[in-house]
């Protein structure tokens, strides 16, 4: 079992930054691929990132590319995505996720979740 906390959330003006984190506990952290997803009202949840367990491999949505980073510090259990040049359209929740090995980008493939961290981009 892994347990999975986000933080990070909030308020921010179109144009403007946030970083989030997933704290993981319970099985070793670094066994595991990591994923964010995000779930706007109304809509399906999709993929934002994905990040390797242990290369550091990276993945990311076309509408995230160039404006958001995944990264993790396995030695602290923990996993980020910065966020920057943030859009009114990427208001969600935001979810992170564990999956066994290779990193992917459906949520179905990912066992383990956080409650998510809600992200609202005023314009």
């Known amino acids: 079992q892994v347990q999975l906390v986000e933080s990070g959330g909030g308020l921010v003006q179109a144009g403007g930054s946030l970083r989030l984190s997933c704290a993981a506990s319970?099985?070793?952290?670094?066994?595991?691929?990591m994923g964010w997803f995000r779930q706007a009202p109304g809509k399906e949840r999709e993929f934002v990132a994905a990040i390797s367990r242990t290369d550091l491999s990276t993945y990311y949505a076309d509408s995230v590319k160039g404006r958001f980073t995944i990264s993790r510090d396995n030695a602290k259990n923990t996993g980020y995505l910065q966020m920057n040049a943030l859009k009114p359209e990427d208001t969600a929740v935001y979810y992170c996720a564990a999956a066994p090995p290779p990193m992917a980008t459906t949520a179905s493939r990912y066992d383990y979740w956080g409650q998510g961290t809600q992200v609202t981009v005023s314009s």
């Open positions: 319970g099985r070793s952290f670094s066994s595991y691929a």
